[in-house]
């Protein structure tokens, strides 16, 4: 098993920024891809970015590409999501998530319990 706890969300006004952390333990952490949804109240969850195991590869949602940045720290058993230019429409929880396949958002199967962002305009 693994067990994921995010941090590092928040309220922040439109156009700023947020880094969202996610600690990882239980399980060999960079023998594995993992990534970033989140749910926004009233809709389903959906896929935000995901990182390969060696963070070479690194896949987007078109909603986010070019403003979040998702790296990994192996070292420390982490991966981040740094947050620019938010938006209104950026609200919603934020899961951090380990899977198998990076760019096969319905492979990852481990979720931590969420952080709230929140970007007010």
């Known amino acids: 098993q693994v067990q994921l706890v995010e941090s590092g969300g928040g309220l922040v006004q439109a156009g700023g920024s947020l880094r969202l952390s996610c600690a990882a333990s239980g399980r060999t952490f960079s023998s594995y891809p993992m990534g970033w949804f989140r749910q926004a109240p009233g809709k389903e969850r959906e896929f935000v970015a995901a990182?390969?195991?060696?963070?070479?590869?690194?896949y987007y949602a078109d909603s986010v590409k070019g403003r979040f940045i998702i790296s990994r720290d192996n070292a420390k058993n982490t991966v981040y999501l740094q947050m620019n230019s938010l938006k209104p429409e950026d609200t919603a929880v934020y899961y951090c998530a380990s899977g198998s396949v990076y760019y096969r958002p319905d492979t990852f199967n481990y979720w931590g319990q969420g952080t709230q962002v929140t970007v007010s305009s």
């Open positions: 990182i390969s195991r060696s963070g070479l590869s690194i």
